[in-house]
């Protein structure tokens, strides 16, 4: 905290060059690691960074993998927006109403804890193998993690921003809409952040176990086929779109918390 | 105050009570799911048949291997990265994009790197759940006050003594909670393994399970693991509760 207020006080432009020094620093820490490990254990099990994108590069072109890219990306977005949507729904009740939520919120907690990879053969068996399946992987996965961060978000509301809204008669609508959503956002943009990344990484774990289509499909099945150049590829691939947006929507979320 | 877990456990009773109904009169079909009642059964006579015990221990015997690794590791990695701020500065990312990586990619290569015993499915655990203590022992160094380090070179306490009686105690709750996140991703990790390639293990056996339409034996181990997590959670949690208490918070 305070090195991040230094940062500030430094003035905007070098805290953002303060900012990149960061990625840049862990972007070749990565690529040296890696190159290092390659000529260590050689073409058995790796390619080279250099290889390696040439791979994805040709990958990206061909016609039978742009299926699998649709497929993930639409399971991905379904899954998204359903965590998003059952998260802050969640979140604002139980953030609200205290009772519900001191019954509710250590079942949230335990659902989060739990290896919820175990319960594939379930989900499968309840939605069949496809699109409903992994779907419901990514949202188990992901809707947790986005609403307990909202419950904490509104709890953390100063009283007299609701005390003023009381007064001004808000209805309940109105009450969430211009009070409690933008005094939390910069908590709730933090289970967004969070909700993103364990919904991807949900959505992937129901490819490779409950799918015969989408990228995790693609990687599992390599895995089994001991195809190298795909499973480093799919595995690239899916790191740096991870990295690209957690990076940004890191940024995003240190300015709402710098500024609040 | 009191209310509340008292009406949890009638909520969650009723959820099975009501699952135990749907499962009774056919709204869900005995292949998809049996009646927890049936489960409970089935469970309680795989203890007493005993044939699974290897699968068991060798799984709890993984997660605990792991975990142990992950949270001593974590700890030790924690307390180093705090030291170097350029470090920190370069990790932090990572640590922001990690748990979206499917870590499980990697296990074909930890076969070729550490053979094709226990030792891959150990160390995917370990990468799952390294990372989770390391992010919550920083978290933790981070919020010892200032004014306790301080009095800490007023006394000329070592940096050892420093660590033992200031910031370890203080950051206590926060690696608690590391504690807690690496022992559910331990778990993942070993379970997720035996799912992928393995010839033993719980993971393993409910992937046999599964492919064989076994449900008698598929269902009571889904169930175990999942009793085994939230009864060692718990426990963890109340330990938790006492460190807070002790400090007069809560």
């Not at chain 2, 053979?115 to 390391?134: C, E, K, R, T």
């Not at chain 2, 379970?191 to 339409?213: C, D, P, Q």
């Amino acid at each position: 905290m305070t090195r991040q207020a230094k940062a500030f006080s430094e003035g905007r432009i070098s805290a953002v060059l303060v900012r990149w020094r960061g990625s840049l620093m862990l972007v070749a820490g990565v690529l040296v690691v890696w190159q290092a490990l390659y000529a260590l254990v050689g073409e058995v099990a790796l390619r080279s960074p250099a290889e390696t994108v040439e791979y994805t590069a040709a990958l990206l072109v061909r016609e039978t993998f742009l299926p699998h890219l649709a497929e993930t990306a639409k399971a991905f977005g379904a899954a998204l927006a359903i965590s998003i949507a059952l998260g802050l729904g969640i979140g604002f009740v139980l953030g609200v109403h205290r009772l519900t939520n001191e019954v509710l919120e250590p079942v949230l907690v335990a659902i989060y804890s739990v290896p919820k990879l175990t319960l594939y053969p379930i989900v499968l068996l309840a939605f069949g193998l496809g699109m409903p399946a992994k779907i419901a992987f990514g949202v188990i996965h992901g809707f947790v993690p986005i609403a307990l961060f909202t419950i904490g978000a509104v709890q953390n509301v100063k009283p007299v921003l609701i005390k003023t809204a009381r007064v001004l008669k808000f209805g309940w609508f109105d009450m969430v809409a211009r009070v409690l959503f933008p005094a939390a956002v910069p908590e709730i943009f933090t289970g967004l952040r969070i909700g993103f990344a364990l919904t991807l990484i949900g959505t992937l774990l129901g490819e490779m176990f409950a799918s015969q289509r989408g990228l995790g499909y693609m990687l599992m099945n390599a895995i089994g086929l001991h195809n190298v150049d795909v499973i480093m590829a799919v595995t690239f691939l899916l790191t740096a779109f991870a990295a690209i947006v957690s990076g940004i929507l890191l940024a995003i979320d240190r300015r709402l918390h710098r500024r609040g | 105050m009191r209310r509340a877990p008292l009406l949890r456990c009638l909520l969650v009773l009723a959820a099975v009570a009501v699952l135990e109904a749907l499962c009774r009169v056919g709204v869900i079909d005995r292949f998809t799911m049996p009646p927890p009642s049936r489960i409970l059964e089935d469970l309680v006579r795989l203890l007493i048949a005993a044939k699974l015990y290897g699968a068991i221990v060798k799984t709890l015997t993984n997660v605990a291997i792991a975990f142990g690794l992950a949270a001593t590791a974590g700890l030790a990695a924690g307390v180093l990265i705090h030291r170097f701020r350029l470090l920190r500065e370069a990790l932090d990312p990572l640590f922001a994009t990690y748990y979206a990586i499917p870590v499980f990619a990697f296990y074909p290569l930890l076969i070729i790197l550490f053979g094709l015993g226990d030792m891959p499915q150990i160390m995917i655990a370990f990468m799952l759940a390294v990372i989770a203590m390391i992010v919550n022992t920083l978290n933790g160094i981070d919020r010892v006050p200032n004014v306790l380090l301080k009095t800490a070179r007023m006394a000329h306490m070592s940096p050892l003594e420093t660590a033992l009686r200031m910031t370890l105690p203080y950051a206590a709750p926060h690696l608690i909670t590391g504690m807690k996140l690496a022992l559910a991703y331990a778990l993942i990790g070993i379970i997720g393994s035996e799912f992928i390639m393995s010839r033993g293990g719980m993971g393993f056996e409910i992937a046999f399970a599964y492919t064989n339409l076994d449900n008698a034996v598929m269902y009571p181990l889904i169930v175990l693991i999942l009793a085994v997590s939230i009864a060692v959670n718990a426990l963890i949690g109340r330990w938790e509760r006492r460190v807070l208490a002790r400090r007069g918070l809560r």
